[in-house]
């Protein structure tokens, strides 16, 4: 599994960091590690996603320059350091991983059938 952490209130222009750890397994270089949310009546989206064995990135639009998805691979755990957060990052986030996807695949389709699916940590955005 994996297993989210960091979520919580912040005001607008804030920063968080979310955390990603596997349990039961290894980010080896198989996997391609992703973060999505989904804000209510929304479907889930795509943020940014991290090869696991060249550490390349992707991330949407919305966040670039805002964003940074990073590895520990010695905590098997990916982050992603939201700054300058705005009100509209406001949503539940997820991790995900997945063996069988590139970094671009992986954050455009969003598929509920990655390997895993964490359950996902809250961020509000608010004044």
């Known amino acids: 599994q994996v297993v989210e952490s960091g979520g919580g209130l912040v005001q607008p222009g804030g920063s968080l960091r979310l955390s990603c750890a596997a349990s039961g397994f290894t980010f080896d270089d198989r996997y391609a590690i992703g973060w999505f949310r989904q804000a209510p009546g929304k479907e889930r989206e795509g943020v940014s996603c991290?090869?696991?064995?060249?550490?390349?990135?992707y991330y949407a639009e919305s966040v670039k320059g805002r964003f940074t998805i990073s590895r520990d691979n010695a905590k098997n755990t990916v982050y992603l350091q939201m700054n300058s957060l705005k009100p509209e990052d406001t949503a539940v986030y997820y991790c995900?991983?997945?063996?069988?996807?590139?970094?671009?695949?992986?954050?455009?389709?969003?598929?509920?059938?990655?390997?895993?699916w964490g359950q996902g940590t809250q961020v509000t955005v608010s004044p």
């Open positions: 995900s991983a997945d063996r069988m996807s590139t970094i671009q695949a992986m954050c455009k389709t969003a598929s509920y059938l990655y390997d895993y």
């Open positions: 991290i090869s696991a064995s060249d550490g390349s990135t």
